[in-house]
């Protein structure tokens, strides 16, 4: 376990030192800032959309590393998803970080998995999560531009 452990560790901390998809995105479809007082994270997470697919997607700012490794691991994860699996994949992952109890609707977290250690550290679900609440913004404020009548 002490092993399992440290390997998460080290995936954390490499996400923190080498983010991916981190850069400020020029003419981004949706776009949305996110702040998690607690801690002092701050992030603004972009993305293009196509046909509902979550064509490209980058974050940037300033975060701890739990922030910063999430973030940049939910770009990864998100990158060719259509909305509704990426609302899956948020709601599966939120509960990974909170909630022991069985969700049979879940979806596989991935890698995700490694930032679940965070459960033990309530103040960190905040961090672990901003990235994606941001997205969600995103998401939201693109829909409500978008006049389907
Ligand atoms: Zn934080």
């Not at 770009?75 to 060719?80: I, M, N, S």
Request: with cysteine; charged share 25%; glycine share 6%.
């Amino acid at each position: 376990m002490e092993n399992l452990r440290e390997l998460y560790q080290e995936v954390i901390l490499d996400h923190n030192k080498n983010p991916r998809n981190f850069r400020k995105m020029e003419k981004p479809d949706g776009f949305a800032h996110g702040t998690n007082p607690l801690c002092g994270d701050q992030i603004d997470v972009y993305l293009k959309l196509t046909d509902g697919i979550v064509e490209e997607i980058s974050f940037d700012g300033h975060g701890c590393a739990i922030c910063t490794s999430s973030a940049s691991m939910m770009t990864l994860a998100l990158k060719g998803k259509n909305e509704a699996e990426a609302k899956a994949l948020f709601k599966s992952f939120h509960h990974a970080l909170t909630d022991d109890a069985p969700h049979p609707e879940d979806v596989p977290l991935g890698k995700l998995k490694v930032l679940a250690g965070v459960k033990e550290y309530p103040v960190r679900v905040k961090c672990a999560t901003l990235a994606w609440h941001t997205f969600d913004a995103a998401l939201k404020k693109l829909q409500g531009d978008i006049t389907t009548e």
